[in-house]
């Protein structure tokens, strides 16, 4: 039997002003729960650095599968995120990592 493939995670950041943050909170926990739904163990989590002392925060999404994040589901997750409302300010930085373990 062969080793399965090392998982990859999704991990997106950017930044959010704070005077649309509850509005652009609100779509991207709408837009994971939609995401979870479609896509059965996907783990969709929203992340904001703690020790922000900047204007405007920075917000990460992360998102894991058992099977890993293809790329299909990681074009999938970009394409929803077009949906999201105003609030980001620059882009959204996606990154894949591998689990290493």
Do not use: C
């Amino acid at each position: 039997m062969a080793d399965a493939a090392p998982a990859k995670a999704l991990f997106i950041y950017y930044k959010v002003d704070p005077a649309h943050a509850p509005a652009f909170e609100n779509a991207v926990r709408q837009m994971q729960t939609a995401l979870r739904r479609s896509h059965e163990d996907l783990t969709a989590r929203l992340w904001i650095r703690a020790d922000a002392k900047a204007p405007a925060p920075t917000w990460m999404e992360t998102y894991e599968h058992p099977e890993g994040v293809s790329v299909l589901l990681a074009t999938l997750i970009e394409l929803a995120a077009q949906d999201l409302p105003a609030g980001q300010i620059g882009d959204r930085h996606v990154e894949m990592f591998t689990n290493i373990d």
